[in-house]
C-alpha cells in the first residue's frame, strides 16, 4: 500500500496532465482548486495540507520540465500555464494497455467469472484511439481506481 501523499500526489499529477491537455497549445490560468477540490483556509488563512500538496505538484512538473508557467498567483494556482513538448509527445505516444481493470461478472448461481472487454468488434481507429496514454489516463480518472492512475502516471514520468 502506497502512502496517501504519494497516491493523492498521482492523482494531483492525473488531473494537472488532463485539464492541460484539454487545453493546449493554449496558455491558461490553473487553479489548485481543478487539481485538489475547493479547499477552506483555516482562520490564519492557511489551506490544508492536500490543497498544498496540489499547488506543490504543479510546481514540481514545471520543475521536471512537464509544464511552462509565466506566474504563481498566490498559492492558489499558476498563470499562463502550457504542457512542455515533452509531456505532450508522452500524452499522445500510442502504448499498449497500462492497466487492465478485471471485470468480475457473476451468473445465476454466483459463480464469479473474468470478463474481459471484446477488442475484435471495434474499429482499428477506436483501438489505437484507446491506447493514446492521455485517453488511457482520462480512464484512470473517470474509474478513479488509485492503482490505475498510479500506473499510468507512472508511466508517464518514467517513459
Request: aromatic share 10%.
Amino acid at each position: 500500500m502506497a502512502d496517501i501523499n504519494i497516491e493523492n500526489f498521482y492523482k494531483h499529477i492525473a488531473r494537472i496532465l488532463s485539464i492541460l491537455y484539454s487545453t493546449f497549445p493554449s496558455k491558461t490560468p490553473l487553479y489548485v482548486d481543478d487539481v485538489a477540490g475547493i479547499d477552506n483556509p483555516d482562520e490564519y488563512g492557511l489551506h490544508s495540507p492536500h490543497y498544498t500538496a496540489g499547488f506543490f505538484a504543479i510546481l514540481w512538473l514545471a520543475e521536471e520540465d512537464y509544464v511552462r508557467f509565466q506566474d504563481t498567483i498566490r498559492q492558489d494556482g499558476v498563470d499562463q500555464v502550457v504542457l512542455t513538448h515533452k509531456s505532450f509527445l508522452k500524452l499522445t505516444q500510442v502504448s499498449e494497455p497500462i492497466y487492465k481493470a478485471t471485470v468480475y461478472q457473476t451468473d445465476d448461481s454466483n459463480i464469479v467469472s473474468i470478463v474481459q472487454p471484446e477488442e475484435e468488434s471495434l474499429s482499428p481507429s477506436v483501438i489505437e484511439d484507446q491506447k493514446l496514454v492521455i485517453n488511457q489516463l482520462r480512464q484512470a480518472l473517470r474509474s478513479g481506481e488509485s492503482i490505475a492512475i498510479n500506473k499510468v502516471v507512472n508511466h508517464i514520468l518514467h517513459n
